[in-house]
């Protein structure tokens, strides 16, 4: 019997050997089955890691670590660093049993220190570890979808929330908004369809008129890819409200920029008022509100090397021609003063569809 059992365990660990091989060295079609398993095996039975890489054993150990509050952060530290080094590692995350809600307890955790002082770069740092994990399995074509039927983004909506403007909670935005960042970026439709359902534009919105600039950068990115699938321009056009809120912050934007030009935000806010421009009653809007340094020569500095923003500009001057003059007009009024943009607009009872 004795033999019969250590002959069983021979081919047991034999097997798993063979496992592991295949699953860290496949594209991991079917994690589920597995991750868990394998896991567990960098715990118990060390023999059975011998044939794998020391990179890929310590990264197992890592994620294995995250169960333990004990071994925790310094998991997510040594984890948030190689995300990049290991294209699996979404899948493993995602697959291991328990991992991912530990990851939302360190979330949740956060949440009493975010109206106090006690909300330290120290706590700031071990949650925006905990982040780059949540944008590393953001970012992965088969665990997008699972993360958004999860509707885990809606646990970052706190932070983007926060309105101080100290550095813990302002890396805390911005980490957070690369999250969302993430989402976005591959321009799905499922995507832009769960985000229109929450409160991230306002969100957004707030941030790009009070954050500081890499944050802005961010938040304006994620609304301009928002507005360049159909839904979200439609979106964003059905109503009044929808579109005067979106034109004033960006109106708002193009007058800070002329005061300190920033190329890389001012891509963005060109982008989105092109993509404006594409719905009929947006444009009409525009002809009459469009800020003139977009007209101008203002930004010709700033962009003499970005070919790809002038030609937008350019773009935008042909979508708004034939009231070009009325525009340059009507944008002088605007004056830097956001209450103009609410008279520019055509009245609500008009705008509702």
Known sequence: MTRARSGLDKVSR????CLLNKELRSNCRQPQLHWTFVIQLTRHDSSVMDSVTEGSRRTLTFVADLLNEDTRRVALLELSKKHEEVPELALILWHSFGVMTSLL????SVYTLLNTSQFTTAASNRVCNVLVLLQCVASHDETRVPFLNAHIPLFLYPFLDTTSKSRPFEYLRLTSLGVIGALVK???PDVVNFLLTTEIIPLCLRIVETGAELSKTVAIFIVQKILHDDHGLNYICATYERFCA???VLCNMVWQLVEHQTARLLKYVVRCF???SDNARAREALRQYLPEPLLDATFSAVLRD???TKRCLALLSEHLSGLQDAAISSSSQFNKDPDFLAAACTTPDQWVV
């Open 105 to 108: 307890q360190e979330i949740i």
């Open 14 to 17: 034999s097997r798993c050997r």
């Open 274 to 276: 092109l993509r404006l």
């Open 246 to 248: 979106l034109g004033t």
């Open 186 to 188: 591959n321009d799905s």
């Open 306 to 308: 970005d070919a790809a």
